[in-house]
């Protein structure tokens, strides 16, 4: 059997970044990556932004590390992980390890019982990304169900490359379960400047082949493209019987990261973890997020001691529209917002402690609320101190 030192499976932020912090820590090789992408590792945020809304979006832009020293297997996804043995298992092969990080990320969730002769997009990888510049430029409508992040910046995109775009979804408000009001009525009027027509708080009974979707509320939509941006499920079904403890699908990790067996770590998207400063576990879907999961899962790797502390954030792009938010993720019982004309910060705060900030174009809120988020500040504190 093959065997190398350490075997990434993942070939996004996190595995990536895992496999360069191992190395450049002193880690011995030989270093496996493994993927069941196609293509070599890229970057996923462009793929609703500014690839979707360009004419030549068939350019991916590379994820700008460097993967000399490391092997990387494209289109070879793990079927099963055995901890007691120590080795993975490819349709190939089984190839053994002394250390390994699971980065398997996310795939997008759908919707139930769509039938098998439905033509529906999602949004994920490159693959998603030809099939969908291909469908839209072909096509003059648009649906995208949901109005999570992915679902509001590709409705903006899909509408600045000229599609009649509707966007559907259960919430009253864009991003508003999770926002609140007032983001959720800016991100409303940057979508509807962009003649997206939003069809809120109502369900999508069922999807007809090829493209008739039918609401809750009676309505029916038969446009020439459809989208579901429902969200992402962890892409830990090969792990089923490998005895890690998984909560919701999520690779359950301390603050090194290291599951309960030794040697083998989780990061990004799939992982749950123990947060060394918010004192709690906590899941994250952001890119910067699974670059620094993996950092600190790679040293460790190679013998070091580190724990993940930063606060997690992402931007967001909805057309020309930016967004930036740093936030612990896991509820907020309290909001503020400071508005200066068409600027904002949102402060959200949970028993007065501030748990996180949104703001749109005071990029100077994101790192002071960052800081202050860290700190443990609490809402008066971050009110007074802008
Ligand atoms: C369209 C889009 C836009 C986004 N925009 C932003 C943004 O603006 N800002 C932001 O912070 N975040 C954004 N995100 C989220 C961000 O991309 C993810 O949080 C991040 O990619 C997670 O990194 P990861 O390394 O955990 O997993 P992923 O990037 O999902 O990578 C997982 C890798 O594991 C591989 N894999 C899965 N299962 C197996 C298996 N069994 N065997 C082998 N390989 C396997 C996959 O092929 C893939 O290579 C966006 C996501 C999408 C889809």
């Known amino acids: 059997m ?26 011995a090789g030989p270093v496996l990556l493994l993927t069941a992408d196609d293509d070599p590792p890229y970057q996923r945020p462009p793929l609703s932004k500014e690839a979707l809304r360009s004419a030549d979006a068939q350019a991916l832009t590379p994820i700008d590390d460097d993967l000399a020293d490391i092997e990387v297997r494209l289109s070879s996804p793990v079927a099963a992980v055995d901890l007691s043995r120590r080795w993975i298992r490819t349709a190939a092969q089984e190839i053994g390890f002394d250390h390994l990080v699971l980065a398997p ?9 769509l039938p098998s002769e439905a033509d529906w997009h999602v949004l994920r990888t490159a693959a998603d ?21 992915i679902g ?7 509408a600045i490359r000229g599609l009649q775009v509707t966007l559907v979804s259960p919430e009253i408000g864009p991003q508003q379960k999770r926002l609140g009001d007032d ?25 007809e082949a090829p493209r008739r979707v039918h609401l809750q509320n009676g309505t029916t939509l038969e446009p020439d493209l459809l989208l579901l941006a429902l969200g992402a499920t962890p892409s830990t079904d090969f792990l089923a019987s490998s005895g890690l403890v998984l909560d919701e699908g999520r690779i359950c990790v301390d603050r090194r990261l290291e599951t309960s067996t030794r040697g083998v770590y989780a990061v990004g998207d799939a992982a749950l973890a ?24 790679g040293r460790n790797a190679a013998g070091g ?5 930063t606060v997690p954030g992402f931007w967001s792009e909805v057309g020309e529209h930016t967004l930036m ?25 949970r028993n007065d402690v501030l748990v996180g900030v949104l703001t749109h174009e005071h990029e100077d809120d994101y790192e002071r609320g960052r800081a202050l988020i860290a700190g443990g500040a609490s809402l008066a504190a971050a009110l007074s101190s802008g």
């Open 2 to 27: 093959d065997a190398y030192s350490l075997i990434v499976i993942g070939s996004g932020p996190g595995g990536v970044s895992a496999a360069r912090a191992y190395l450049s820590a002193g880690g």
């Open 105 to 113: 990320g996310s795939h997008p969730a759908l919707l139930p019982d």
């Open 129 to 149: 990304l030809r099939r969908l510049t291909t469908a839209a430029g072909q096509a003059r409508t648009a649906v995208v169900v949901g109005s999570g992040f």
């Open 152 to 158: 509001c910046e590709a409705a903006a995109s899909l």
């Open 183 to 207: 983001p959720s009525r800016a991100i409303t009027g940057w979508l509807t400047s962009l003649d997206v027509r939003l069809l809120l708080g109502v369900e999508v009974s069922g999807v």
């Open 274 to 297: 123990q947060h060394a400063v918010a004192g709690r576990a906590i899941a994250v879907e952001h890119w910067g997020d699974a670059e620094a999961m993996g950092t600190v899962a």
């Open 305 to 309: 001691s580190e724990v993940w502390d």
């Open 325 to 349: 938010y740093a936030a612990w993720g896991d509820g907020w019982d309290r909001l503020e917002v400071v508005e200066d004309g068409e600027a904002f910060t949102v402060w959200y705060a």
